[in-house]
């Protein structure tokens, strides 16, 4: 009996999931809104899976799952997650930074200080020169009196 070559041609994109469903993969899915962002600040950080995973103390595979299969991200790992990746753990989370509550109007101070800011550097440099003197003159003075 002669050995016959059977071949069979599978085209994209069904072919592509019965293949990987016989490899025992699961099924592509687009990853979800969490794990997108966490995807997406990773490599704005300029990192790997495999270097953020060990910086977290946690496998690869977790992190791989995080980024696409995760609705959500452990509590324990926002503040790994924000520090190796710059930003804040607001921003891990996706949500606005700050209460959104409207604001009063600026201080004084805030003013003052927006006007120095609009002054050329060497004008500020010497503005900053009397108010770090000032400050330091508070900070002996409030030590003396506590002493």
Request: with cysteine; aromatic share 2%; net charge positive.
């Amino acid at each position: 009996m002669a050995k016959q070559n059977v071949s069979i041609e599978i085209g994209p994109p069904e072919g592509a999931a019965i293949l990987d469903r016989m490899a025992g993969r699961r099924p592509h899915t687009p990853p979800t809104e969490s794990g997108a962002r966490l995807a997406a600040l990773r490599k704005a950080a300029g990192l790997s899976q495999a270097s953020l995973a060990e910086s977290l103390g946690i496998p690869s595979r977790t992190l791989c799952f995080y980024e696409r299969d995760a609705s959500y991200l452990p509590s324990n790992l926002l503040p790994g997650l924000a520090a190796a990746l710059g930003v804040s753990i607001e921003t891990v989370l996706g949500i606005a930074e700050g209460n959104g509550a409207k604001r009063g109007p600026k201080s004084r101070l805030e003013k003052r200080l927006e006007a120095v800011a609009a002054l050329p550097r060497q004008e500020q440099r010497r503005i900053l020169s009397v108010v770090e003197a000032l400050l330091a003159q508070y900070h002996h003075d409030k030590g003396r009196s506590t002493a």
